[in-house]
């Protein structure tokens, strides 16, 4: 189920839908990285083509995040 989130970035609210499972591996990246959440919201979202969504850029990281994951445990 697709669930709307707000956050702060660079002083300004934004909200953004997500499924669960994606926002939780967020966290999980976040934590991992010993950042805050809405940092790591706000590096996604520089990074993100101006052209590309914060919904859609927040996905891909994820998904990018796993697959490097997988890479470095060699199980791709």
């Known amino acids: 189920m697709i669930r709307k989130h707000s956050a702060t970035l660079h002083g300004h ?3 953004f839908s997500l499924e669960e499972p994606f926002w939780q591996e967020l966290k999980t990246i976040a934590a991992s ?6 940092a790591l919201l706000t590096e996604i979202d ?4 101006p052209e590309s ?3 859609s850029a ?3 990281h994820v998904l990018e995040a796993l697959k490097a ?3 470095e445990l060699g199980t791709e």
């Not at 990285?33 to 809405?38: D, P, T, V």
């Not at 520089?46 to 083509?49: E, K, L």
Request: glycine share 4%; aromatic share 0%.
């Open 69 to 71: 994951r997988l890479h």
């Open 46 to 49: 520089d990074a993100r083509p």
């Open 53 to 55: 969504n914060l919904s």
């Open 33 to 38: 990285r010993g950042i805050a959440l809405a």
């Open 13 to 15: 609210r934004t909200s």
């Open 58 to 60: 927040l996905r891909v």
